[in-house]
């Protein structure tokens, strides 16, 4: 059909992406938002100020020089498909593809941040199969975890319906607070792994869950009890995460035992962990995002909307 271009606004990450149905090729172009030495993170009015400054040279990172007419334009216009669900960061993003899809005469569609991260795995590991098929979604990210039950829809191209999550903290805040801890930069999951690598001893955990949701601020006041007592900073990083991995395998169980075992999938920027995919690869299997593509990014909003026009509403 043609050229399908995906802008994300995050409040992580500047992402745009342009997607190619003739050969099903995708480019990208992303910048993180710049934040403060010793802070874990952006307020909104800063966040959408980063954007408005990052997107003229994100957009020409992808671009170039380069005039396109696209087919299609899809964003990212809130992070969940949730009633209320919004953040003013996703406004930056929206602006331009209004602008560009007029300019185009090319539709314009709108879709979740979360949606935009499951497209994104299922493409990066070649299985976009299952978006005619109901199968369940793991979402971890600094924002976001959740177990998902997704099903194919014309409209949205994939509804989904949160089946389980976190009482209190995500995975990629506690990940991002015990990196704080540890004078990591933000974010800390990479920093975090190369560090919790140089650990040698596993930890055993125990991970309850209340019915199929986590809690996880123990972990945290856990991490800063070690680090108090002198505990080595790999250490202190290798249990962090340990217990991350636990609490995953434990939702991915749960959810197995009550919706039986569907396809899962794994997306967002904790997946992207080398020990969490080792771990869950290895007991229970599943479909990952590569890393480049667990991040936030807009290969995923470019691919559903090429969907979504490819199938128009009757």
Same mark, same amino acid.
């Given at each position: 059909? !043609?050229? =399908?271009?995906?802008?994300?606004?995050? /409040?992580?990450?500047?992402?745009?992406?342009?997607?190619?149905?003739? /050969? #099903?090729?995708?480019?990208?172009?992303?910048?993180?938002?710049?934040?403060?030495?010793?802070?874990?993170?952006?307020?909104?009015?800063?966040?959408?100020?980063?954007?408005?400054?990052?997107?003229?040279?994100?957009?020409?990172?992808?671009?170039?020089?380069?005039?396109?007419?696209?087919?299609?334009?899809?964003?990212?216009?809130?992070?969940?498909?949730?009633?209320?669900?919004?953040?003013?960061?996703?406004?930056?993003?929206?602006?331009? &593809?209004?602008?560009?899809?007029?300019? +185009?005469? &090319?539709?314009?569609?709108?879709?979740?941040? #979360?949606?935009?991260?499951? *497209?994104?795995?299922?493409?990066?590991?070649?299985?976009?199969?299952?978006?005619?098929?109901? =199968?369940?979604?793991?979402?971890?990210? !600094?924002?976001?975890?959740?177990?998902?039950?997704?099903?194919?829809?014309?409209?949205?191209?994939?509804?989904?319906?949160?089946?389980?999550?976190?009482?209190?903290?995500? @995975?990629? #805040?506690?990940?991002?607070?015990?990196?704080?801890?540890?004078?990591?930069?933000?974010?800390?999951?990479?920093?975090?792994?190369?560090? *919790?690598?140089?650990?040698?001893?596993?930890?055993?955990?125990?991970?309850?869950?209340?019915?199929?949701?986590?809690?996880?601020?123990?972990?945290? /006041?856990?991490?800063?009890?070690?680090?108090?007592?002198?505990?080595?900073?790999?250490?202190? @990083?290798?249990?962090?995460?340990?217990?991350?991995?636990?609490?995953?395998? *434990?939702?991915?169980?749960?959810?197995?035992?009550?919706?039986?075992?569907?396809?899962?999938?794994?997306?967002?920027?904790?997946?992207? /962990? !080398?020990?969490?995919?080792?771990?869950?690869?290895?007991?229970?299997?599943?479909? =990952?995002?590569?890393?480049?593509? +667990?991040?936030?990014?807009?290969?995923?909003? &470019?691919?559903?909307?090429?969907?979504?026009?490819?199938?128009?509403?009757?």
């Amino acid at each position: 059909m !043609g050229l =399908f271009l995906g802008i994300d606004t995050s /409040n992580y990450t500047t992402s745009t992406a342009l997607y190619d149905s003739s /050969n #099903q090729t995708v480019i990208h172009s992303r910048k993180l938002l710049p934040v403060r030495e010793g802070e874990l993170g952006l307020r909104q009015s800063d966040a959408v100020f980063a954007h408005v400054k990052q997107l003229p040279e994100v957009i020409n990172g992808l671009l170039g020089d380069k005039q396109y007419k696209f087919d299609g334009v899809g964003y990212s216009a809130r992070p969940r498909d949730v009633e209320g669900s919004y953040m003013p960061c996703f406004l930056v993003g929206e602006m331009l &593809a209004r602008v560009l899809a007029n300019q +185009s005469g &090319a539709p314009l569609c709108g879709f979740s941040h #979360q949606a935009g991260h499951i *497209a994104a795995a299922l493409y990066s590991a070649g299985r976009l199969d299952l978006m005619q098929k109901e =199968f369940v979604a793991f979402h971890f990210s !600094g924002g976001t975890t959740e177990g998902l039950l997704v099903r194919p829809d014309r409209e949205r191209v994939l509804a989904i319906q949160q089946i389980s999550g976190t009482l209190d903290l995500n @995975a990629g #805040q506690v990940i991002d607070r015990v990196g704080g801890m540890l004078g990591l930069k933000f974010p800390a999951g990479k920093e975090l792994e190369q560090l *919790a690598l140089t650990c040698d001893e596993e930890f055993p955990v125990r991970v309850k869950l209340k019915g199929l949701d986590c809690c996880l601020s123990g972990v945290e /006041n856990q991490c800063r009890d070690l680090l108090a007592k002198g505990t080595p900073k790999n250490a202190v @990083a290798r249990y962090c995460l340990d217990y991350i991995c636990a609490t995953v395998k *434990a939702m991915s169980e749960a959810v197995i035992l009550e919706y039986g075992d569907l396809p899962r999938v794994y997306a967002g920027g904790v997946t992207s /962990n !080398g020990l969490l995919r080792a771990e869950i690869s290895e007991w229970l299997g599943g479909v =990952f995002a590569t890393p480049e593509l +667990s991040s936030d990014n807009a290969v995923g909003v &470019a691919l559903l909307g090429y969907l979504r026009c490819r199938r128009p509403l009757l």
